[in-house]
C-alpha cells in the first residue's frame, strides 16, 4: 500500500505505520563469497583514490567475522559463489528484495540498478533462488530499485521505508508495494556520501532507530520522527565517515556494529543492547559495511 494522504501529517502517518500488519521475522541470511571482491571503477565517492587498495585476504578475514556472527546468533547464512566479472556482487543487499507473498511463499522483487556496472548481478544472484522456489518479479517499468539497499523493512511490520534520491527512483515504491502488498513510506536523500538508506538508517525494534538527520530531506526526516517514537540521531563523522548506521540489529536485541563507531556504540549500550563490534575498513572502501554485505531471507 503506497498512500501519498497518509504521507501529509505526523498523526496520519503514525496510524499508517501502527496499524500495518505484522511480518513474520527473516531466519536466514544471504551473503556472497568475497573471492572477486575488489575496486575496480568508481560509482560512489568512498570509491574515489580506491581503485586496487583492497587488501583480499583482510577482506576475507572481515567478510568471515561477520558470516560468524549471523551464524552464532541463530541464521543460517547462504553463501553464494562470487564471480570475477562483478567485483561489486559481494553487496548482497542491493540485487533483490525478498518477502513472503500473500500465500506466505518466499518470492523476490528483482532490482533494476542504477549503475550499468552492476546491472549483471542481479540476474547472476537471482540464479541461485531458482532451485528454492522462490517466485520472482521484476519491475515493470525498470525504473532504477536497489534492493534493501533502499528498501528497509519496519520491525515486525509488513512496511518498508523507501529510499531515494541517488540509486532508486521514487516511481519504483508504488510497484514495490503492488507487489509486495507491503505498505511504503518514500524518504528522499540528500547526502552524497549516504546514498542508499541502509546507511543513513538502522532500525532497532519497532518504535527505536538510529539515524542522521543530514542524510535526509525536511519532509523526510519529519516522516521519521512519526514513525519511530525514539529516533536516536548519531554524529556525522560517524554516519557519513564511520558507516555506523550500516549497522544491523537482527533480533532487536544485539547489534552488529562497523568498528570505532564509539558514541553510536555508548547510544546503543544505553539502551541496553549488546554489541559487537566488525572491523569492515576494506568494504568500506567500496562504500559498504555489514548490513550492505548480507540480505535476509524469509
Known amino acids: 500500500m503506497y498512500t501519498a494522504s497518509a504521507l501529509r501529517d ?13 511480518r513474520p521475522p527473516f531466519r536466514s541470511v544471504l551473503m556472497v563469497h568475497p573471492a572477486h571482491f575488489q575496486v575496480r571503477h568508481v560509482i560512489n565517492p568512498h570509491m574515489e583514490g580506491m581503485i586496487g587498495a583492497v587488501d583480499p585476504l583482510r577482506a576475507h578475514d572481515e567478510w568471515e567475522a561477520i558470516k560468524r556472527e549471523y551464524e552464532s546468533l541463530g541464521f543460517p547464512v547462504m553463501v553464494v559463489e562470487s564471480i570475477d566479472e562483478f567485483p561489486d556482487v559481494v553487496f548482497a543487499a542491493n540485487q533483490l528484495l525478498p518477502y513472503l507473498d500473500a500465500s506466505g511463499q518466499p518470492a523476490l522483487v528483482l ?22 522456489g522462490y517466485s520472482m518479479h521484476p519491475l515493470r517499468t525498470l525504473s532504477p530499485l536497489e534492493g534493501t539497499g533502499d528498501a528497509v523493512w519496519h520491525p515486525e511490520k509488513n512496511l518498508i521505508w523507501g529510499g531515494h534520491g541517488f540509486r532508486t527512483d521514487e516511481s519504483s515504491w508504488e510497484e514495490v508495494a503492488e507487489i509486495t502488498g507491503a505498505r511504503v513510506v518514500p524518504l528522499t536523500l540528500v547526502h552524497e556520501h ?17 539515524s542522521y538527520r543530514g542524510a535526509f530531506d525536511e519532509e523526510s526526516w519529519a516522516r521519521l520522527t512519526a514513525g519511530f517514537p525514539r529516533l536516536i540521531e548519531v554524529p556525522e563523522s560517524e554516519a557519513a ?9 537482527p533480533d532487536g536485541r544485539t547489534l552488529l556494529l562497523p568498528a570505532g563507531n564509539p558514541e553510536t556504540r555508548r547510544l546503543a549500550e544505553s539502551l541496553g543492547l549488546e554489541v559487537r563490534e566488525l572491523p569492515t575498513r576494506e568494504f568500506q572502501k567500496s562504500g559498504g559495511s555489514i548490513f550492505c554485505l548480507k540480505n535476509m531471507l524469509p
Open 10 to 22: 505526523p498523526s496520519s502517518l503514525q496510524t499508517f505505520v501502527r496499524e500495518a500488519a505484522p
Open 111 to 132: 532490482s533494476h540498478m542504477a549503475k550499468v556496472e552492476r546491472q549483471g548481478e542481479v540476474a547472476y544472484l537471482a540464479e541461485s533462488f531458482r532451485p528454492l
Open 194 to 210: 549516504m546514498y542508499h538508506l541502509d546507511v543513513a538508517l538502522m532500525p532497532i525494534d519497532e518504535r527505536t532507530a538510529f
Open 241 to 249: 565517515g564511520g558507516f555506523a548506521l550500516n549497522g544491523h540489529c
